[in-house]
């Protein structure tokens, strides 16, 4: 069996809801479980998290799944729906929808059907999905109009730059979502991870972190160790070969690294076919035995290399930590020029999934009052 091993701490998820719970302590938690919560696994991930109030998914699949996996807390379509056909599909799964473009209200315009529960996002800045914030009045007012909308929505809008503290477009973002909401009838949620953290006044009736959840930094320069949280995924291989190669040897596809010495290396079982970052050749390092230890010469599909002069013990068989609390998933992200979420997003089928913790071990719920 290829020792390529992604292990997901779901007791690190749930303390991490409990830390969003300690931050946000009277908004309802929309749990962000989009991309296969974020690598880490759907339906595991929502087992976890049954003390969420709501799951956030991008995709009808991912709502489907939940669903099937036995999650009755309410289930955010965070983009909406894009074809008529879908909203038979939506009632039947009890889903709620984001609406965030004139084409989906036309849409509603033609249905029949149970009224659906609603969040109209709201475009403050972002510029990506979502109606003006000026037209929110207007909106308000077709909204109220139409029999398949129900009332009572969830006004909702989402931040450009709330991971860097201070920026004056969030600022602005917030009082926009205020004036443009002002009086209206519904709920309130403008709050990703780094808001939830940096930005209190943004938690409103529903936070929607994600990556905070799987202990994921959103802010430039800090670990999610650094910020509390628990990394929930741990990525892991093994050395399956030990050589010493002369001074002047290359290393890999390219000889793009050259040893200035003799030099012993070790061979790891992971590679970019598994999810590491090819960008990361001859910048990275990976944990092992306790210490750091520097990737040499390209990433290739199945295999890196490694540098074993300072790690003399190491052997065939030790196993090598390429992200998880060793080797935080932020350091390697920067060597790679990207986010950690990319990273654990980027875990491919191949890699054998294990779990710590109990999937069920549940805490008060509080979905049953959040799904009223
Ligand atoms: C992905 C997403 C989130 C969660 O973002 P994080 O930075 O992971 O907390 C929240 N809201 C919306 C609309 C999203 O698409």
């Known amino acids: 069996m290829r020792a390529a091993l992604a292990t997901v701490d779901l007791d690190a998820i749930r303390s991490n809801l409990a830390r969003v719970r300690a931050l946000a302590p009277v908004s309802r938690v929309l749990a962000v479980v989009k991309a296969d919560a974020y690598g880490h696994g759907l339906e595991r991930v929502a087992r976890a998290l049954s003390a969420a109030d709501g799951f956030g998914v991008a ?4 709502a489907e799944r939940l669903r099937a996996a036995g999650i009755r807390q309410r289930i955010v379509l965070l983009a909406g729906f894009d074809d008529p056909r879908d909203l038979p599909l939506l009632r039947a799964l009890d889903l709620d929808t984001v609406l965030h473009a004139p084409e989906q209200l036309r849409m509603l315009e033609l249905d029949a059907g149970r009224p659906l529960r609603v969040w109209p996002k709201l475009d403050t800045g972002m510029h990506r999905l979502g109606f003006s914030w000026t037209e929110a009045r207007a909106l308000a007012l077709r909204l109220s109009e139409l029999p398949m909308v129900a009332t009572d929505p969830v006004w909702m809008t989402h931040f450009a730059s709330a991971d860097q503290p201070g920026a004056a477009l969030t600022a602005e973002q917030l009082s926009r979502f205020a004036v443009a909401t002002r009086g209206l009838a519904g709920q309130r949620s403008l709050a990703n991870s780094a808001a939830t953290l940096l930005l209190p006044g943004s938690r409103a009736d529903w936070v929607r972190p994600g990556g905070l959840l799987y202990g994921l930094s959103t802010i430039a320069g800090r670990t999610g160790a650094d910020l509390g949280l628990k990394p929930a995924m741990r990525v892991t291989s093994r050395i399956i070969a030990v050589k010493t190669v002369a001074a002047g040897a290359g290393i890999g596809y390219a000889s793009s690294y050259v040893a200035p010495t003799a030099k012993r290396i070790g061979i790891v079982a992971f590679g970019y076919g598994d999810g590491y970052p090819r960008h990361a050749s001859n910048r990275a390092e990976v944990a092992l035995l306790g210490r750091r230890a520097a990737v040499l010469g390209r990433v290739s599909m199945d ?3 490694i540098d074993l002069d300072h790690v003399p013990e190491a052997a065939v068989g030790t196993e090598v930590e390429l992200w998880g609390p060793a080797l935080p998933v932020e350091v390697l992200a920067d060597a790679a020029d990207t986010i950690g979420y990319e990273l654990t997003c ?10 710590l913790g109990v999937e069920g071990a549940s805490t008060p719920c509080r979905a ?5």
């Not at 995709?59 to 991912?62: G, H, M, N, T």
Request: aromatic share 4%; proline share 0%.
């Open 368 to 372: 049953a009052v959040a799904a009223g």
């Open 346 to 355: 980027g875990i491919t089928r191949r890699v054998r999934f294990e779990t």
């Open 303 to 305: 295999l890196l290399c």
């Open 59 to 62: 995709s009808l699949d991912d």
